[in-house]
Every structure is written in structure tokens, then in C-alpha cells.
């Protein structure tokens, strides 16, 4: 069975610090992938980061990037230079590439951005 | 903003009531998710719809249903409703042309059953 497992439930981080914020998966599916997504206080989900089991380069995207390491099931999110505004949940997600609608969601981390 | 919209933004209702809310994918976008967030269940898939046809069934309640109309909106009807009920529904859409993935989320009705 899959499952996500965000061990953190909250973390802190000074401003313009660097967070990681760690996720980790199991499946039996050969093909998947991750996804992050912020929720804010405000309630939308916002996707941020995508990397796919046979990509070969982690992925990244602007201030957001993805620690992957496939041999630990791990697939931990980066973000650099924090600001105020990445206070938020954090949701790490997975799906079986043959299968995206089947995507699972972790329990997620709350960040708060300290001044 | 994703794209996306859902109405009403909040709703709130007695037990034993029937509910339908709303969701309008992006523009081009064919496919449609329904989630349900809450407290104690996190964030669970509920139901796929493509092009108008069911795709994928999740942890949806027979007392739950939708539908996507031909010109892509979809609904999600609730009835019956239960004090447990209450929760934050998103609807998402996504590129079937991407090879990611990635699903674009609307910005939720809350719903409150009381």
C-alpha cells in the first residue's frame, strides 16, 4: 500500500534561511511521482514542485527544491532565502505515474517564518 | 490564482440536509478532482472525472456524488448530512498533456454542518 509519512508536524526557520522539510514514501509502484504543495492560512492548495522516480536531476523551481533520494524512499523539500510569506502547510503527495488521479497526501508540516 | 473556481466559498447547513457545490476547471483543463479536507482525515481524494466520464473512485460516501457537465464544470452533491461532514471540499484540474501530473486546486468551499 502507499503511503506518505512528514514526520515533522511544525518547524521553525529564521528569515532568509534555508529549510528542510522531510518527507518520506512507500509504494510498489516502479513509476511515480512526487509532488509538493503550500497551503497557506488562507486555505488554497498550491502546487510548487514535481520530480518523477526516473528523472534524473532533482528538480527545482525558483527557491524550491527537491532533495531526492530514491534508494531511501525520501524526497525531501528545500526551500532557500525564507520569507514571511512561505509560513504555510506544507503537503508532500505521490502517484503512480500510470495513475495520477490515485495521489496520496502526507499528514503535512506547518512552517512559520520567523523575522 | 489557479484557475480555478469553486462556489460558494462557505456554506453552512443543519443535518440532514443536501448540498451541491460547485467547481469550474481551468480553462482547457478536461479533468476534475474532488477532495475532501479535515482535521482528523487530512486531505482524502474522493472522485475523477475526465471529459465527462467517472475516472477514479476514492474514499467517497454513497451519499456523496458528482457529475461533469459538457462544458466541464462539475458538481459535488452531499446529502444527508452528518456532523462529520464538515469539512474544507477542493475541487482541482489538470493538463492531461503534462507528463507531471501536477493538479491545480481551487480555493475550497468550507462546509459547516451543524
Known amino acids: 500500500a502507499q503511503k506518505i509519512t512528514q514526520t515533522q508536524p511544525g518547524m521553525f526557520v529564521q528569515e532568509k534561511e534555508a529549510v528542510t522539510l522531510d518527507c518520506t514514501y512507500d509504494t510498489s509502484d516502479p513509476s511515480y511521482g512526487l509532488f509538493w504543495y503550500k497551503q497557506p492560512s488562507s486555505g488554497e492548495m498550491i502546487f510548487l514542485i514535481y520530480?518523477?522516480?526516473?528523472?534524473?536531476q532533482n528538480a527545482t523551481e525558483g527557491r524550491y527544491s527537491l532533495n531526492f533520494q530514491k534508494a531511501r524512499k525520501s524526497a525531501n523539500l528545500v526551500i532557500s532565502a525564507s520569507q514571511l510569506g512561505d509560513s504555510a502547510m506544507y503537503f508532500c503527495?505521490?502517484?503512480?505515474?500510470?495513475?495520477?488521479?490515485?495521489?496520496?497526501f502526507g499528514p503535512g508540516t506547518s512552517l512559520s517564518v520567523i523575522p | 490564482d489557479s484557475g480555478v473556481t469553486q462556489t460558494p466559498k462557505h456554506l453552512i447547513t443543519a443535518t440532514g440536509q443536501r448540498v451541491t457545490l460547485r467547481c469550474s476547471p481551468r480553462?482547457?483543463?478536461?479533468?476534475v478532482y474532488w477532495y475532501q479536507q479535515s482535521l482528523d482525515q487530512g486531505l482524502q481524494f474522493l472522485i475523477h472525472y475526465y471529459n465527462g466520464e467517472e475516472r477514479a473512485k476514492g474514499n467517497i460516501l454513497e451519499r456523496f456524488s458528482a457529475q461533469q457537465f459538457p462544458d466541464l464544470h462539475s458538481e459535488l452533491n452531499l446529502s444527508s448530512l452528518e456532523l462529520g461532514d464538515s469539512a474544507l471540499y477542493f475541487c482541482?484540474?489538470?493538463?492531461?498533456?503534462?507528463?507531471?501530473?501536477?493538479?491545480?486546486f481551487g480555493p475550497g468551499t468550507r462546509l459547516t454542518v451543524t
Open positions: 480553462s482547457g483543463d478536461l479533468s
Open positions: 482541482a484540474s489538470s493538463v492531461e498533456a503534462s507528463s507531471r501530473g501536477e493538479q491545480y
Open positions: 520530480q518523477g522516480s526516473y528523472d534524473q
Open positions: 503527495a505521490m502517484a503512480p505515474k500510470t495513475s495520477y488521479d490515485k495521489v496520496i
